[in-house]
């Protein structure tokens, strides 16, 4: 079955830090990246995403490196902010990993 | 202006119960998804209707039947609850199938007693 192993589980990280989440996958067909963001209680939504002909895209404070050689792919917050406190999940087209909880302290 | 509705947002039944959750879109999306969330959060795709058609049709078992009466809708109906079944149900939606962004509805969470 195809997967995407993310890590870690869990995230803690002191304000104005960076937040580093990081996954990898198995099928190089997949060609859709998107990381999402969920907050508790509601669904999740998309924060970023990337198609593989990129190395690096950057929206805001948030960044996705990608590397197609190895497969993996990671998910950057600059300036981490306690209202960025939630569950990021990597997917590769429909697969999703298991999730990171971050937490940012004040 | 929602753009993917779920109803009912809590379900609480017994075992053996049959119950349908609902899902609606106003996006003009073709494709529509069900997601199961368990308790730890994983989240795994169970359907995918393309234009009322079903494309992905993961393990799940058969007392689970997608309907979607046309590609704005698509409805998830259990059969014979299990407490298995207790988990976060999220509905999406998403312009190409399995290529674009996802937009999701706010969940139903079912528990099964």
């Known amino acids: 079955q195809q997967q995407v192993k993310q890590s870690p589980q869990s995230l803690i990280v002191q304000k104005g830090g960076i937040s580093i989440i990081n996954c990898a996958y198995e099928n190089t067909a997949f060609d859709y990246f998107p990381w999402y963001q969920q907050f508790p209680g509601k669904g999740p939504a998309l924060l970023i995403a990337?198609?593989?002909?990129?190395s690096e895209k950057k929206e805001g404070r948030f960044t996705i490196s990608f590397n197609k050689s190895a497969k993996q792919f990671s998910l950057h917050i600059m300036d981490s902010q306690p209202g960025d406190s939630a569950t990021y999940f990597c997917a590769a087209r429909l697969t999703f990993g298991e999730g990171t909880q971050l937490t940012v302290n004040p | 202006d929602t753009a993917v509705s779920q109803t009912p947002k809590y379900l609480v039944t017994q075992m053996g119960n049959d119950k349908s959750i609902k899902c609606e879109q106003n996006?003009?999306?073709?494709?529509m998804y069900w997601y199961k969330q368990d308790s730890k959060k994983f989240l795994k795709i169970m359907f995918s209707?393309?234009?009322?058609?079903?494309?992905i049709n993961e393990t799940v078992p058969n007392r689970f039947s997608p309907k979607s009466p046309d590609k704005a809708h698509l409805n998830l109906h259990i059969n014979s609850l299990e407490l298995g079944d207790s988990a976060v149900y999220f509905c999406a939606s998403s312009p190409i199938a399995g290529e674009d962004t996802q937009y999701f509805g706010p969940g139903t969470r079912l528990t099964v007693l």
């Open positions: 990337i198609r593989p002909d990129v």
């Open positions: 996006l003009g999306h073709d494709t």
């Open positions: 209707y393309n234009n009322k058609e079903l494309i």
